[in-house]
């Protein structure tokens, strides 16, 4: 019985001094000397970093200079539309219609859209020029 409590006392002291090693607040503080006093004080601090994300959001009017390659049909009156993608996602705006067109912005779900002209089947034009897919389109405001 008494070998069991020397052995677990020696992993005990074992662990204490390893930890001691790692841990700054462990380490020997210097000696004051004659001529003057100090006093030192470790401080430990651990900071957490939060990532953050930065949303682009779309707000018209912008510059559209992509030359166009495609046809439009102009729509009888401009219609209003709102988004209807899945509750965190975005609808991607884009220079032309299609998505090899760069993007310029975003909408989010509910947000209205005006559109002016179709094109190239599932495209609709807005006001500002650029393209959305009609895919994520609605005629009501989505719950």
């Known amino acids: 019985m008494n070998r069991k409590r020397f052995t677990t006392a020696l992993v005990a002291a074992m662990m204490v001094a390893a930890l001691c090693l790692g841990v700054a607040a462990c380490k020997k503080k210097p000696e004051p000397t004659e001529t003057s006093e100090s006093t030192s004080e470790i401080t430990t601090t651990t900071t ?3 990532p953050t994300t930065t949303l682009t959001e779309y707000s018209g009017p912008m510059q559209n200079t992509e030359e166009m390659t495609w046809s439009e049909t102009q729509l009888e009156s ?3 539309y709102y988004v209807k993608v899945s509750k965190g996602e ?6 032309g219609p299609g998505t090899k067109y760069d993007k310029v912005g975003t909408l989010t779900r509910g947000q209205s859209v005006t559109v002016v002209a179709r094109s190239n089947g599932i495209w609709y034009k807005t ?3 650029y393209f959305i897919s009609e895919t994520y389109l609605s005629g009501k405001i989505p719950n």
Request: net charge positive.
């Open 48 to 50: 957490t970093t939060v």
């Open 78 to 80: 401009p219609q209003t």
């Open 90 to 95: 975005f609808l991607n705006v884009r220079k």
């Open 127 to 129: 006001q500002d020029g």
